[in-house]
Nanobody, 120 residues
Framework: QVQVEESGGGLVQAGDSLRLSCATS?????VGWFRQAPGKEREFVGV????????YYGDSMKGRFTISRDNDKNTVYLQMDNLRAEDTAVYYC????????????????WGQGTQVTVSS
């Protein structure tokens, strides 16, 4: 059974930075990041492909969010800079053994989520 675990969430102030981690068990995967704010639909943040080491971001995420990976640690990171109150959400990572992925990819494995709260 593949384990996916997010970490790094917390309470920060507007303008601060935060780095989330997504660790997968056993091997590296293509990993997508999503977020869901209260009363809103789940939103695609971005994805890191296991192949070609490429990353893609949701349109509203470009510029402040950066995804990177360390395959030796089977971990994908989401660096969030200049956080805003509207970034407050539960952030999830999801993994697929597929070599590529995007917002509509079927991700087989999901973490429990980590809360990010940005105070203004």
């Amino acid at each position: 059974q593949v384990q996916v675990e997010e970490s790094g969430g917390g309470l920060v102030q507007a303008g601060d930075s935060l780095r989330l981690s997504c660790a997968t068990s056993g091997r590296a995967f293509t990993v997508g990041w999503f977020r869901q704010a209260p009363g809103k639909e789940r939103e695609f943040v971005g994805v890191s492909w296991i192949t070609e080491n490429k990353t893609y971001y949701g349109d509203s995420m470009k510029g402040r969010f950066t995804i990177s990976r360390d395959n030796d640690k089977n971990t994908v990171y989401l660096q969030m800079d200049n956080l805003r109150a509207e970034d407050t959400a539960v952030y999830y990572c999801a993994a697929t053994p597929a070599r590529v992925g995007g917002p509509k990819t079927f991700y087989e494995y999901w973490g429990q989520g980590t809360q990010v709260t940005v105070s203004s």
